[in-house]
């Protein structure tokens, strides 16, 4: 076993979920007021419609196909008939492409927009490139290494549940084409920056908001600066 690939493959996972909860919970603690995405619709919303909607829809129907190769009995039931296996990786690879392009909207939109650059943090533009690498080494993966969610259950799910367990199996990775060894560890590399940025807002997602009582809002202005109803 190369010291390159236990740095890798064992340490560099490990740091990150260290990284992400123990960073993730003395911020939540500490600094409440920062868990937030600190939208910056009031600034621009234009791109910010045609950008974040869309991107966030696509990711989330992503990471939810990457979740469900974790359950390898349900998922290899599901994608057996090559009538389900064919659209979902083309469906996938669609998803993705829009994913970058989504995400690169609003990547420009925080450039060249000197109001959002003013907003944005240095760990934030680190979070948007390295989520943009992530996408686009996926997409790439997905569409030159045919049948990834076949073979995502036999390397990638084996080689976490090893590090779940604290008996790490590196075997299942380190053999594998480098560009799909970074996709893996690019997402290790967004767990471990998660808690520096803006990111942390996917871990509160304001699911109260769909019990609790709505909000009414009272212009406390005098009449003459009140909207007109
Ligand atoms: C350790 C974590 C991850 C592993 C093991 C992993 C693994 C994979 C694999 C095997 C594929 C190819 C799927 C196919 O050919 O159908 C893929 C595709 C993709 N991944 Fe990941 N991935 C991880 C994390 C992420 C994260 C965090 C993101 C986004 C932020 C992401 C975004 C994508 C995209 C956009 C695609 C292409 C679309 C698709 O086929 O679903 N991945 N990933």
């Known amino acids: 076993m190369r010291t390159v690939d236990i740095l890798l493959f064992v340490v560099f996972p490990y740091v990150s979920v260290a990284l992400a909860v123990l ?16 939208s910056s619709q009031f600034l621009e919303n234009r791109a910010l419609f045609f950008g974040s909607a ?14 469900a190769g974790m359950f ?3 998922w290899s039931r599901f994608i057996a008939p090559p009538s389900r296996l ?20 609003l990547f420009v939109r925080r450039l060249l927009n000197p109001r959002i650059r003013k907003v944005t943090t240095l760990p934030d533009w680190l979070l948007v ?5 992530q996408l686009a080494v996926g997409v790439y993966v997905a569409l030159f290494y045919r049948w990834g969610s076949l073979w995502y259950m036999y390397t990638a799910v084996p080689w976490m549940i090893s590090l779940a367990k604290f008996q790490p199996a590196i075997q299942y990775v380190t053999s594998l084409p480098w560009i799909i060894k970074l996709h893996y560890l690019g997402g290790f590399l967004l767990l471990a920056i998660f808690p520096f940025t803006r990111l942390v807002h996917v871990v509160v997602f304001p ?12 212009w406390n202005i005098r009449r003459r600066f009140a909207p007109a109803r």
Do not use: K, N
């Open 72 to 74: 390898t009995g349900f």
């Open 207 to 218: 699911i109260t908001y769909l019990w609790r009582p709505y909000q009414v809002v009272i």
């Open 86 to 105: 064919y659209p979902l990786e083309a469906f996938g690879a669609a998803l993705g492409l829009s994913s970058v392009v989504t995400l690169g909207v």
């Open 23 to 38: 960073v993730g919970l003395y911020r939540y603690f500490f600094d409440r007021f920062s868990f937030s995405s600190f």
């Open 129 to 133: 490139i390295v989520l943009m690498l």
């Open 54 to 67: 869309p991107w966030h829809y696509a990711l989330l129907i992503i990471l939810a196909a990457h979740i």
